[in-house]
């Protein structure tokens, strides 16, 4: 039977655990706590399995941290690129789940956050953000909380008679339709397009 010789401690939160025929596998540290792991100790097949599993987490998680920090994901996202790189681990979904415990994913958040950078940087309309959300698997509850938390009417209409102004007024029907079509395709309701079409030229 396999035997944990050593655990050495490590900076970063994590254990380096030796064992007795040269293995070594690195685990969170308070995956030791929780497998109540110390030197010395027989492994059973089972308690072995528990160990690389644990390993296996580790490296999922220090994986997901990297991505979180170069830029904040949503659930679905994370859990996309996660099984692009570790396929069939079915550690994955643990990992996700002590993510959201640790408030490190947040769909909630990530929607305020999401809606506010494209009022603040793109010539977008409600929709055209609904629909980047959708498919960014966020849920419909947390949509319309951004929505309705960080999108002013006006400013939508200040962003779609900016469009008009940079395209050119339109002097025929061949042309607004084509514009028309423009600000549909960025997410401006029909309601909208059509007022800022029909006032005079801005």
């Known amino acids: 039977m396999l035997q944990l010789e050593q655990i050495q401690w490590q900076t970063d939160g ?14 969170l540290a308070l995956s ?8 010395g100790q027989q492994l059973s097949p089972d308690l072995l399995e528990q ?19 170069r830029r904040e994901h949503s659930i679905w996202e994370l859990r996309q690129k996660l099984r692009q790189r570790f396929p069939g681990l079915r550690e994955m979904e643990p990992v ?4 959201e415990e640790q408030k490190f994913l947040c769909d909630e ?23 980047e959300l959708k498919q960014r698997g966020v849920a419909g509850q947390w949509i319309d909380q951004a929505l309705a938390s960080e999108v002013d009417e006006s400013v939508l209409r200040e962003k779609a008679e900016a469009l008009v102004r ?15 079509q423009k600000l549909y395709q960025r997410g401006f309701s029909q309601e909208l397009i059509n007022q800022v079409l029909s006032q005079d030229p801005l």
């Open 96 to 99: 996700l789940l002590r993510l």
């Open 166 to 180: 940079k395209s050119g007024f339109p002097t025929d029907p061949a042309a607004k339709r084509k514009l028309a």
């Open 109 to 131: 958040r990530f929607s305020l956050n999401f809606v506010r950078s494209r009022m603040a940087n793109r010539s977008w309309g409600a929709y055209r953000l609904r629909a």
């Open 32 to 39: 030791v706590t929780e497998l109540s792991l110390y030197a």
């Open 51 to 69: 160990i690389q599993s644990a390993g296996r987490f580790r490296e999922i998680y220090k994986k997901s941290l990297d991505l979180l920090a």
């Open 14 to 27: 994590s254990a380096l655990l030796r064992l007795s025929d040269s293995e070594e596998v690195r685990i």
